[in-house]
């Protein structure tokens, strides 16, 4: 393999403890203490305020900020697109997101193996570089994108032919690891190796269609790439994520 590209949310970064408390900020925000509407708004993007719980097909797990913002815009009659997405970005840069696994340690070891690094999200860019800043790797990725970076946002792989252009890689020498379907099948679209990985709301039986592994962190990475770890997705991993 020559490169990696990853997803975000889910993958560098456990969903659920990451973004449930984004969500609700968002909601309570929003419905400017309207505890009806914040309840009311969290149905619409698949998110159970009093639970701090996300559907399985929220569209907060794998949608762009434009696709969760027209499923707000109905409640929100004094909003439009452009004002709603900026708000949710200007949220999202500040969200207090927690590493799957210690990111640093990984990433230095993955380029210390000639890997080309790669980011690919569904998040806006600036907030997915201020994330990898906080977390202090954003230096170690050579290429980061996001739905708004003008290659388009995943199940299409436009971003992740672009990172493939940028640096004239084979897309078959190039493994994508992400946490939802949606990751995955861009990955599959584009010619990629595809890894999944149990950090998101997905399940192994959701993922293992389209994987080529599914492993319970990207902590398993380097044991994988050495052949060192299962390469069936039915003996990887955990059932599912609590």
């Known amino acids: 393999m020559a490169a990696i590209v990853f997803d975000k949310d889910g993958t560098l970064f456990d969903f659920n403890e990451s973004w449930s408390a984004w969500s609700s900020r968002l909601l309570e925000d929003l419905a400017g203490g309207d505890t009806a509407l914040a309840s009311s708004l969290g149905t619409a993007i698949g998110y159970d305020l009093s639970q701090r719980r996300f559907a399985p097909d ?18 929100l009659p004094g909003f439009d697109m452009a004002r709603l997405v900026a708000r949710m970005n200007v949220l999202a840069a500040q969200a207090p997101l927690k590493a799957a696994v210690p990111l640093g340690p990984l ?17 806006a860019e600036a907030p997915a570089r201020a994330h990898l800043t906080e977390a202090e790797v954003l230096d170690l990725f050579d290429f980061v994108a996001g739905s708004d970076s003008g290659h388009g946002g995943k199940p299409e792989p436009g971003m992740l032919l672009a990172f493939a252009r940028t640096f004239d890689l084979d897309p078959g020498r190039v493994v994508m690891v992400g946490d939802s379907l949606h990751d995955l099948s861009a990955g599959r679209a584009a010619g990629m190796r595809t890894v999944g990985v149990l950090t998101g709301p997905a399940r192994r039986a959701d993922l293992a269609p389209l994987a080529d592994v599914v492993l319970q962190d990207i902590g398993g990475l380097p044991a994988w790439l050495e052949g060192e770890a299962p390469q069936t997705p039915l003996e990887t991993g955990r059932e599912s994520v609590s």
């Open 107 to 123: 990433l230095r070891q993955l380029k210390r193996r000639g890997l080309i690094l790669g980011l690919a999200t569904n998040d």
């Open 58 to 75: 929220s569209i907060v797990i794998a949608g762009t900020p434009r696709e969760i913002a027209t499923k707000l815009l109905p409640l």
